[in-house]
Structures are given as C-alpha cells and as structure tokens.
Nanobody, 120 residues
Framework: QVQLGESGGGLVQPGGSLRLSCAAT????????MAWHRQAPGKVRELVAR???????YYADSVKGRFTISRNYAENTIYLRMNSLNSEDTAVYYC??????????????WGRGTQVTVSS
C-alpha cells in the first residue's frame, strides 16, 4: 500500500560526495519519522540518520558532521547528503518511513536499497 524508492547511489572516490533520495508513494495519510539505514557486507543493518515529522534530526556518531538528512514534506521525500565519504561508508543504504495509511492503519515501510561504494 506504500512504496519507498531510493536513488542516488553509486561509486565515488574517497573524500567525495553523494546525495541519496527516497520518495514514499501510495495510500499515505501521514508520515511520522523517516530514516536512512545502511548495511555493509557481513554487518548488521544500522541507523544512519532520522528525521521526525517535526523536523528534529538524529545522526549516528560515525556520520555526524559529514551527513545531512533533509525532508520535503509536500513530496514525502527525504534526502541524505553525504560528504567526506570513506571506505567505511560502503554499504547498501535503505530508507524507511513510519506511515499512517488512509484506512487508518500504521506500519513501517522499507525501500529496497541503493548501493554506495567508496573506492579509488
């Protein structure tokens, strides 16, 4: 009933930048928190950044000062600006959203992920 689609991943050199996008579509009544997670090979998925419906943000310590999460409320879209990338940022990046759908139910939905590879 709700779909999330990520885009913007790719190959970037160390020290470079990327901007990820994630759009939520479907039978959306309202969206609470939206967030970016990532999963590197052989590691558990971890929260990278989160933005609330009120605009408050949270960042993992490993990305503070380098990544910026933002949100377009009208388009149900979030972005992740990633600067000063290094090899430890290589992972599949997933977005998720805590959504109340039009029928009244509420669930957390996930996108399929976008690969970010930092390598020279």
């Amino acid at each position: 009933q709700v779909q999330l689609g990520e885009s913007g991943g790719g190959l970037v050199q160390p020290g470079g930048s990327l901007r990820l996008s994630c759009a939520a579509t479907g039978r959306i009544f309202s969206i609470y928190d939206m967030a970016w997670h990532r999963q590197a090979p052989g590691k558990v998925r971890e929260l990278v950044a989160r933005i609330t419906s009120g605009g408050s943000t949270y960042y993992a310590d490993s990305v503070k000062g380098r990544f910026t999460i933002s949100r377009n409320y009208a388009e149900n879209t979030i972005y992740l600006r990633m600067n000063s990338l290094n090899s430890e940022d290589t992972a599949v990046y997933y977005c998720n959203a805590d959504v109340r759908i039009r029928s009244g139910g509420r669930s957390v939905y996930w996108g399929r992920g976008t690969q970010v590879t930092v390598s020279s």
